[in-house]
DNA sequence: ATCACTAGCGTAAACGTTTACGGCGGTCCC
DNA sequence: GGGACCGCCGTAAACGTTTACGCTAGTGAT
């Protein structure tokens, strides 16, 4: 039951490939006429080698499907061109697209990636990845450090190359650099989106505070609230579940204590809030605007449709890696944190009864 | 403003280590005294050592901090300890989750793996990332092949090693091996679901028929709806997103032509479904039974709580990197599919009026 | 014609391992 | 006491590159 036809020629040519060993720099030295010193000086780009003999060793070396072995450029040069990246289990929203957007421009700047993910505790698991990564011979590492504790693993372990932290609002230290998206500029902009729309009372269910995204969005979400010269409203710290963040709408509205807007740390908390709402007859954004942070695929179909910010993955990846080569090639690379843009959907509204009325635009 | 104390040493220990060059084989032979040929048997749990100088080559090689260089042992080996993972860039729901488990067993085997994602077309892209894997010496490849084009890629590509495929439901070829979760058991039991809940009237809102998880989950649903005697129900094919289901349920429900019960091909196409009945008043479960597939995070917290269908990546990862490093290994694995199971949660429920009781459990 | 210089190329050594082989004591058996 | 054997260990060669150096032939100046 074949969804596809398979080519007939696939199995000839793979037997073919196999038993053909793989070409080495003498092979194509001998086929070409020259010495394998040209043929390395060709590789590398080097000068002194004719026009005419160049020529030559590239054809051969595309005839015969020549390919520079790693290993023994790695051995003779002790540089490598692989990086690592070490990375939390968990796989959470933010996590999964830095990865995924990392490997991309490491591969377009010619490193391969390898990425090993660690899990609690940390202290242990932490060293013991970085050793492993040390062993394969990475030029340089990327961390991933959503969780304090994971960070503070990084701070106080022994490396032997560059490390960089991806890690929100964290402090550099000499032997580990940090990079970040500014996300408390991004939970301001979610604040302030509020304020505009008249709130006052503005509530926020937090992530946890063991992480990094946690604590920045809170910290920003304050700042937002002190600019405008609003009282600092209602703050629940919870673990980004959508189950903690149920039942804490859930607690919300047996205490009759639900305020006018908030600003959830997450989407998934801020999925698990509009459902209790939901259940006790309370409308979002009728009776109370809520926006989220993450921009989850399918938060545009949520119940109602999320307002919420959006970070750009591939944006933080690419400067994260130029920041990293730079490092390992000992260059010294600028770096301004990657901006957060808010997404307003249906989940927010103007305050009611509108305290002041806002400026109509259509 | 550091959120946590960085330990005064790190610095130091920093240092030291980069100063120190890294030590070679010959280094723990010196100290040790004995030969690097030695050295190398213990490495390599080799006969021939006596116990007591094996106990002193371990203790010079903790002391120290020896790590076996990967490069120098790949050389001379012609053996890789890295496999490379393949992945379409898309980042569904399934792939990701795969990828995380795949990379967790393979370190747990001493391996390290490379991942590297591809685009389309992926005809070049397959071939080029496969290339690089090739470059790199794995020694041998897992990709994850969600949609039928890059499966195909893959089977007309030419590659040195194993190469096994994660599709669901694809064939096995003489060089490219196929292992997959029975996602068509997972279908038949969502829809036997409803069908044990008295539903007749059974539609199925479909995945992409482009991916090999689209055409196996129709494949059980028609399958389910047959071994019951029912007759085929209504079956739309889409293409994953929110937005997609929405457009249909909209349209379904213009045209006033709602099934009794829906099977969606996943999570997220039953969101899109379940907004737009919402939004035109009509209640699930109580007017529409909606099951899903995939389990993914915030599904138990929708608006209901979805009745859904998890794989379990974990074991897939587990089996499949057997087989893979049993295939590099020259073995023989056993290979069955592994199970999805069905979650059962608030979208669903008994048809109404139900034509038959059905048993009564609590 | 001689010299210095250079463009173009070849050669040797090194990178850190593994593996095949060879050597050297000691023990055992006849 | 002399061979055979074995446990333990050292040595050389190889893996496929890069890099430093050296050589040769041609060119231009004198």
């Known amino acids: 039951m074949p969804d596809i036809a398979i080519p007939r020629e696939a199995k000839a040519r793979l037997s073919e490939a196999s038993l053909r060993r793989k070409p080495t720099i003498n092979d194509v030295a001998r086929i070409a006429g020259v010495s394998f010193g040209t043929v390395s000086r060709v590789l590398n780009d080097a000068p002194d080698v004719s026009a005419a003999t160049r020529q030559r060793v590239l054809q051969v070396i595309k005839d015969i499907g020549y390919r520079r072995n790693r290993a023994a450029t790695a051995l003779v040069t002790r540089r490598s061109t692989s990086i690592?990246?070490?990375s939390a289990g968990s796989p959470?929203?933010?996590?999964?697209?830095?990865?995924?957007?990392?490997?991309?421009?490491?591969?377009?700047k010619g490193y391969a990636t390898t990425v090993i993910s660690v899990e609690q505790p940390y202290a242990?698991?932490?060293?013991?990845?970085?050793?492993?990564?040390d062993d394969i011979g990475v030029g340089g590492i990327i961390v991933i450090a959503p969780v304090v504790d994971m960070a503070a693993a990084v701070w106080s372990a022994a490396c032997r190359v560059p490390v960089e932290m991806i890690a929100a609002g964290a402090s550099s230290t000499p032997n580990?650099?940090?990079?970040?998206?500014?996300?408390?500029l991004g939970a301001r902009l979610a604040t302030q989106h509020l304020i505009d729309l008249g709130h006052t009372d503005i509530a926020h269910v937090a992530g946890s505070m063991d992480w990094f995204d946690g604590r920045v969005r809170k910290r920003g979400w304050e700042a937002a609230l002190r600019d405008a010269g609003l009282a600092p409203g209602l703050c629940l710290e919870g673990d980004w579940s959508p189950r903690w963040a149920y039942e804490t709408g859930l607690q919300l509205v047996r205490e009759d204590s639900i305020p006018q807007a908030i600003f959830a740390a997450s989407d998934h908390t801020a999925l698990g809030l509009i459902r209790a709402f939901a259940e006790n007859g309370i409308r979002v954004p009728d009776d109370v605007s809520v926006v989220g942070f993450d921009d989850i695929e399918g938060s545009d179909y949520f119940l109602p449709p999320l307002t919420t910010v959006r970070q750009d993955f591939t944006a933080l990846a690419l400067m994260s890696?130029?920041?990293?080569?730079?490092?390992?090639e000992g260059r010294e690379v600028d770096r301004t944190p990657t901006a957060p843009t808010l997404v307003v959907r249906k989940s927010s509204t103007h305050a009611t009864p509108p305290r002041v009325q806002p400026p109509k635009d259509t």
Chains 1, 2 share one sequence.
């Open 92 to 108: 959470r929203f933010g996590p999964v697209g830095t990865l995924m957007a990392l490997e991309n421009v490491a591969r377009k």
């Open 321 to 328: 890696m130029e920041v990293l080569i730079g490092a390992m």
């Open 84 to 86: 690592g990246i070490l």
């Open 124 to 133: 242990e698991s932490v060293q013991a990845a970085l050793d492993t990564l």
């Open 176 to 184: 580990v650099f940090t990079y970040s998206e500014n996300q408390e």
